[in-house]
T-cell receptor
Framework: DTAVSQTPKYLVTQMGNDKSIKCEQN?????MYWYKQDSKKFLKIMFS???????INETVPNRFSPKSPDKAHLNLHINSLELGDSAVYFC??????????????FGSGTRLTVV | DAKTTQPPSMDCAEGRAANLPCNHS???????VYWYRQIHSQGPQYIIH???NNETNEMASLIITEDRKSSTLILPHATLRDTAVYYC????????????FGAGTRLFVKA
C-alpha cells in the first residue's frame, strides 16, 4: 500500500532516555515533516526536510533532531526525554515541487509517553 | 498563529448536510484552501482543496467566496463515521513548512 508509515505506534519510556521514531513514505514525495500534537490537540510543525534543505521550527528544543538516510525516510531522534515531550508525533510527506496535489499525507502517529 | 478561524464545535444530524465554515481573511493570492479531518487520534486525512473555484469530490464540496476570505466545507449526507475534527488551512502549493494548523472544528454527527 502507498502510505506514510511510522514506527512504533506506542512508545513508553523513562525520563532521561534517548529514543527514535522512524518514518517511511513510498509516495515518491520530495518533502517530509514531523508534527507534534499535544494534549490540547494542536498540531505544531517541528521540521520540514527535503533533499537539500532542513527547516527547523525555532521553538523545537535541540534535543530533537531529524535524521534522513534517504528521501523516503525521516526519523526523529530525541535525547534526554522530558515529561513534557509526551505527545503524539505525526510524520507527513508532500510533493512540493509541482502544482496541484493533495498537500500532506500523514502517518498514523506515534504516541510517546514519558514517565 | 494559524491564518484561519473556525468554530470550535458543531453538531449535525445523521443524513443531513454538514456545513463547516472557515474564515481566512488574510489569505494571499497564491494560497490554496485545504481541508483535512482527524478521526479520533489517527493522522489527519486530506479531504479537498481549492484556489478560487468551488470544488467537489467523492467526499465533500468546497465553496469559496468570491473575495476568498471565507469558505465552507459541505459533507452532503453526514454519517456517524464523519464525526471528527475538521481543519481548514491555507497554504501555497510549494510552501508546506509555513502551514499552521489551528484548533479545527469538532463535528459531532448524531443519530
Amino acid at each position: 500500500d502507498t502510505a506514510v508509515s511510522q514506527t512504533p505506534k506506542y512508545l513508553v519510556t523513562q525520563m532521561g532516555n534517548d529514543k527514535s521514531i522512524k518514518c517511511e513514505q513510498n509516495l515518491g514525495h520530495d518533502t517530509m515533516y514531523w508534527y507534534k500534537q499535544d494534549s490540547k490537540k494542536f498540531l505544531k510543525i517541528m521540521f520540514s526536510y527535503n533533499n537539500k534543505e532542513l527547516i527547523i521550527n525555532e521553538t523545537v528544543p535541540n534535543r530533537f533532531s531529524p535524521k534522513s538516510p534517504d528521501k523516503a525516510h525521516l526519523n526523529l531522534h530525541i535525547n534526554s526525554l522530558e515529561l513534557g515531550d509526551s505527545a503524539v508525533y505525526f510524520c507527513a510527506s508532500s510533493q512540493e515541487r509541482s502544482q496541484g496535489g493533495y498537500g500532506y499525507t500523514f502517518g498514523s502517529g506515534t504516541r510517546l509517553t514519558v514517565v | 498563529d494559524a491564518k484561519t478561524t473556525q468554530p470550535p464545535s458543531m453538531d449535525c444530524a445523521e443524513g443531513r448536510a454538514a456545513n463547516l465554515p472557515c474564515n481566512h481573511s488574510t489569505i494571499s493570492g497564491n494560497e490554496y484552501v485545504y481541508w483535512y479531518r482527524q478521526i479520533h487520534s489517527q493522522g489527519p486525512q486530506y479531504i479537498i482543496h481549492g484556489l478560487k473555484n468551488n470544488e467537489t469530490n467523492e467526499m465533500a464540496s468546497l465553496i469559496i467566496t468570491e473575495d476568498r476570505k471565507s469558505s465552507t466545507l459541505i459533507l452532503p449526507h453526514a454519517t456517524l463515521r464523519d464525526t471528527a475534527v475538521y481543519y481548514c488551512i491555507v497554504r501555497v502549493i510549494t510552501g508546506g513548512f509555513k502551514t499552521i494548523f489551528g484548533a479545527g472544528t469538532r463535528l459531532f454527527v448524531k443519530a
